[in-house]
């Protein structure tokens, strides 16, 4: 994968042309190799403002001489002139063989007065993913150097043509990233840190995907007991993939919908994904029958019938994953394992901290168990509060390199003061700099008693909150706002860069607020506000052995 400077660009939102740039880098991480280091302008924040790298180029690829290509991309449509392409920006056209040579001219003098010794070799490229150019020779630019709609997919091809990724390493390519660094005048950006942290928590917590694979036992049944941000999704997920890789048929079973939603996204082509009751409504389905939701007791006759139900060929599995574990019952672990080959492979996923349900664990005769209590995901000041909220019987080791996330909580006395409090929580998430897409409302209360669940508006921010109506493929349908929110029993197993924990509120700090306030608060990868009533904060303080 090639290396991009600077680093965090997935997280950051982007639309029209500045969405196909990013895709573009997306193509480039992927399809060069690690001799490759592109540097890009897009949707950066920089001192003289703008996105180009420099002038009218978009991307510069350094290979190991030392050596550039520089990409100048044009989103959308173009015309084609007696001059040469040509591009409407708003009210003025621009001639883009003259805006490139222009560029690449100026950026090639001041690399030249830079570079004192060595001189680098400069070639370019124009990339229009979305026009196909009708006449090549009238471009103005030689057609060997356009990449058209016409020939996407040989971008990378092209690239690796005219910029070798084999030339001989030389000292001056020490030169040319210290220019292209001076040159993009970097500012500080909390998207930058956004995209750090994921890169990190995926690197870390991937160690158990890697070393809970490498176990063997016969017949292999493991049940891996995980505390939140551990890896159990990326385990998960690499299961999956090792099955589809093999031939083996996987599938994937949980309790909570958004995260079989979620799962079902990112997971390999060939794994089935769904949570137990949608499992058993597309199993009772394929025998001709449709079940009637609307009745009382709807779920239970899933349920019963499940439990009868001889699998035919059609739904057996030779790797059987199930995740959130703790959420499950016993009667369902025996369905899920008659669905399973003789010969297939068992995985049992849970975090007894994030049983919010209060039911006892699920016992599992002779499977060998694994313990990983790390969690890389939540920043370390975090998980000391809740190490001290929890006590001494519930250890909680912390993984993360983040530290200093300054864990806020806002108190209210009466419930119309819930609101503004929420409300100050969302600005002060926006003045430490996290953009609303990366800002979550999570409530302590579930959805059909919550008080922000009829509202679609929190001040001036539109709510994205599921509507409780799923479409035609089965997909939950949210109301389209920009600030996202949902329930902590749903928003488990998920994750935001800043998460506001509101409508905290109980009676006694017990084994169930506990475990619910885990699990909020694990949710959080870098800043954390909590709101609670006085009732609730004070208990929380109290345990904490802070100041009221």
């Not at 003789?342 to 995985?347: F, I, V």
């Given at each position: 994968m090639a290396h991009i400077i600077p680093e965090g660009w997935q997280a950051l939102p982007a639309t029209?042309?500045?969405?196909?740039?990013?895709?573009?880098?997306?193509?480039?991480?992927?399809?060069?190799s690690d001799a490759y280091t592109v540097y890009h302008g897009v949707h950066w924040t920089r001192v003289a403002q703008g996105h180009a790298l420099v002038g009218e180029i978009d991307f510069a690829i350094v290979n190991p001489a030392g050596n550039l290509l520089l990409i100048e991309?044009?989103?959308?449509?173009?015309?084609?002139?007696?001059?040469?392409?040509?591009?409407?920006?708003?009210?003025?056209?621009?001639?883009?063989?003259?805006?490139?040579?222009?560029?690449?001219?100026?950026?090639?003098?001041?690399?030249?007065?830079y570079c004192a010794a060595e001189k680098p070799l400069l070639d370019s490229l124009l990339y229009c993913p979305d026009y196909s150019v009708r006449q090549p020779g009238t471009a103005g630019i030689d057609p060997a150097r356009i990449i058209d709609a016409s020939r996407r997919e040989q971008l990378i091809h092209t690239i690796r043509s005219l910029l070798p990724e084999h030339d001989p390493a030389r000292p001056?390519?020490?030169?040319?990233?210290r220019f292209l660094r001076n040159e993009l005048r970097l500012v500080p950006d909390v998207a930058t840190v956004i995209g750090q942290a994921r890169t990190l928590y995926t690197r870390l917590s991937g160690g158990l995907a890697e070393w809970a694979r490498n176990i063997e036992c016969a017949p292999f049944r493991l049940r891996v007991i995980g505390t939140a941000g551990a890896g159990k999704t990326q385990l998960a997920l690499s299961v999956l993939q090792d099955a589809v890789n093999a031939g083996r048929r996987p599938l994937y079973v949980c309790y909570?919908?958004?995260?079989?939603?979620?799962?079902?996204?990112?997971?390999?082509?060939?794994?089935?994904?769904?949570?137990?009751?949608?499992?058993?409504?597309?199993?009772?389905?394929?025998?001709?029958?449709?079940?009637?939701?609307?009745?009382?007791?709807?779920?239970?006759?899933?349920?019963?019938?499940?439990?009868?139900?001889?699998?035919?060929?059609?739904?057996?599995?030779?790797?059987?994953?199930?995740?959130?574990?703790?959420?499950?019952?016993?009667?369902?672990?025996?369905?899920?394992m008659k669905?399973?080959?003789?010969?297939?492979?068992?995985?049992?996923?849970?975090?007894?901290?994030?049983?919010?349900?209060?039911?006892?664990?699920?016992?599992?005769?002779?499977?060998?168990?694994?313990?990983?209590?790390?969690?890389?995901r939540t920043p370390r000041d975090i998980l000391d509060r809740l190490q001290r909220l929890v006590g001494p019987e519930q250890t909680i080791e912390s993984g993360s390199p983040l530290d200093g996330s300054d864990v806020e909580i806002l108190t209210?006395?009466?419930?119309?003061?819930?609101?503004?409090?929420?409300?100050?929580?969302?600005?002060?998430?926006?003045?430490?700099?996290?953009?609303?897409?990366?800002?979550?409302?999570?409530?302590?209360?579930?959805?059909?008693?919550?008080?922000?669940?009829?509202?679609?508006?929190?001040?001036?921010?539109?709510?994205?909150?599921?509507?409780?109506?799923?479409?035609?493929?089965g997909s939950p349908v949210y109301s389209e706002g920009e600030l996202f929110i949902d329930s902590v029993h749903r928003f488990k197993g998920q994750s935001a860069p800043c998460i506001v924990f509101t409508e905290i509120d109980?009676?006694?700090?017990?084994?169930?607020?506990?475990?619910?306030?885990f699990v909020g608060m694990t949710r959080a990868t870098m800043k954390l506000v909590l709101v609670a009533s006085e009732r609730a904060a004070a208990a929380m303080l109290k345990r904490l052995g802070e100041p009221e």
């Open positions: 029209g042309a500045e969405q196909r740039e990013v895709e573009t880098l997306a193509l480039l991480a992927g399809g060069l991309q044009k989103s959308g449509y173009l015309t084609e002139t007696p001059e040469g392409l040509v591009k409407q920006y708003d009210k003025k056209e621009k001639r883009v063989p003259v805006q490139m040579a222009r560029s690449v001219e100026a950026l090639r003098k001041r690399l030249h007065q001056l390519a020490a030169e040319i990233h909570n919908r958004p995260l079989a939603d979620h799962v079902a996204l990112i997971a390999p082509a060939g794994a089935t994904v769904a949570t137990y009751h949608q499992l058993c409504d597309r199993i009772l389905r394929s025998t001709g029958q449709v079940p009637d939701f609307t009745l009382p007791g709807a779920f239970e006759a899933l349920e019963a019938f499940i439990a009868s139900y001889q699998p035919d060929a059609g739904w057996q599995f030779d790797e059987l994953v199930i995740d959130e574990g703790q959420d499950f019952q016993p009667a369902w672990r025996d369905n899920l669905l399973l080959q003789p010969n297939g492979r068992a995985w049992w996923l849970e975090d007894p901290m994030q049983n919010l349900y209060g039911r006892p664990a699920v016992e599992l005769p002779g499977w060998v168990v694994l313990r990983a209590q790390t969690n890389y209210y006395a009466i419930h119309a003061e819930l609101m503004d409090k929420t409300k100050t929580a969302i600005t002060r998430g926006l003045g430490a700099g996290f953009k609303m897409g990366n800002i979550s409302v999570v409530t302590y209360r579930g959805r059909e008693h919550s008080r922000f669940t009829p509202l679609d508006k929190l001040g001036p921010h539109p709510l994205k909150a599921f509507t409780g109506r799923y479409d035609l493929l109980f009676e006694e700090l017990d084994e169930a607020a506990l475990r619910k306030l």
